[in-house]
């Protein structure tokens, strides 16, 4: 239970670091992902790598395309209201 706890914790910290810092944060924690020697492995194959990719793209596509949609809307949703918190606080003066 307190594993399936840290991740949410760590999608909630991820949804704001996007908001705040935008798309560079999501493609940086991705990058934190992956280890090395995977990471080696594409730099010496990229083609193979961008097949991969697409295959498991449209893969997930048809097999999880409802929670992909769901999450994305999520991911969205928390960032607009991020940037409509951060807008309304300085639009009232307020300097917490």
Do not use: H, Y
Not at 28 to 34: D, P, T
Not at 70 to 92: C, E
């Amino acid at each position: 239970m307190a594993r399936n706890f840290d991740f949410r914790d760590r999608a909630a910290s991820l949804g704001q670091a996007l908001a705040e810092d935008g798309p560079a944060a999501f493609f940086e924690e991705v990058e934190n992902l992956i280890p090395a020697p995977l990471r080696d492995q594409v730099r010496n194959f990229p083609l193979l790598a961008v097949t991969a990719g697409v295959a498991l793209g449209v893969w997930l596509g048809m097999k999880k395309s409802e929670d992909i949609i769901a999450a994305g809307s999520s991911l969205v949703t928390a960032a607009a209201m991020s940037n409509v918190s951060a807008a309304m606080g300085r639009g009232t003066g307020n300097e917490d």
